[in-house]
């Protein structure tokens, strides 16, 4: 077993999930922090239902979890996606996903902070988005997750004399609830979009894992600030979504 703790938030399902029970096989304890709980089980779990989007929840949740873990890994991987064109788009989307994806990171990021800097090591990780480099109908979207790069980033300045690394990883397209919400399941579009991706097929919540395992690794310390684009090279060729 290692004396290491992750905080994943989103770790109910989909790539959270996949990176949760990662982690519980190399021994780690992990704390899902999520709107519901997942349907699964594994001893070194615990799930915290808290709804991300309201800054005094996080903040009393973080708070919670801070004093009764000492927590090396904070992974922010819940995400919502939200798309429209931009005649639709409302400044209150931007609003709300600020929170989800950037405020609700620094609460707790701000509660994990004071355990990692006395241990002299941490490890924290985004779950950013290709479609920061942009892509239509994502307008908070995409200004959300290209926030987070730059966040990451002075973060990774900040905390690197401390051993606390921070990264971005930034997925293409991956076979989650989130893609099955704007994609059909089987469709001619999902069809169109897998011969768009350089190597011919969309992700699985496996690639994006074994990204945040080498971040997460004590052994990665010398790689911080950066983004790790998880996307079949989508960020290099075109492709829409």
Known sequence: MTDHTALITGGSKGIGADLAQAL??????????????????RDRLEQVEVDLLDPKAVEEAAADV??????????????????????????????????LHLGAALTLLQAALPAMKARGFGRV????????????????????????????RTWALELAPHGITVNVVAPGPIR????????????????????????????????VTNAF?????????FVTGQVLNVCGGASVGGMSL
């Open 125 to 152: 990780l985004f779950n950013g988005s290709r479609a920061a480099l942009g892509v239509p109908t994502r307008t908070a979207y995409s200004a959300t997750k290209a926030g987070m790069v730059g966040m990451a």
């Open 213 to 221: 395992l080498f971040f997460c690794d004590p052994a990665s310390g």
């Open 24 to 41: 519980l096989d190399r021994g780690y304890r992990v704390v899902s922090m999520a709107r519901h709980k997942g349907d699964w089980h």
């Open 176 to 207: 989650t609830d989130n893609f099955w919400g704007i994609v059909d399941k089987g469709s001619e579009r999902e069809a169109k979009l897998a011969q768009a991706i350089p190597v011919g097929r969309l992700g699985q919540p496996a690639d």
């Open 66 to 99: 801070a004093a009764r873990h000492e927590i090396t890994h904070l992974v922010h991987n819940a995400g919502l996606i939200w798309p429209n064109l931009v005649e639709e788009a409302k400044a209150e989307d931007i609003a709300g996903l600020a929170q």
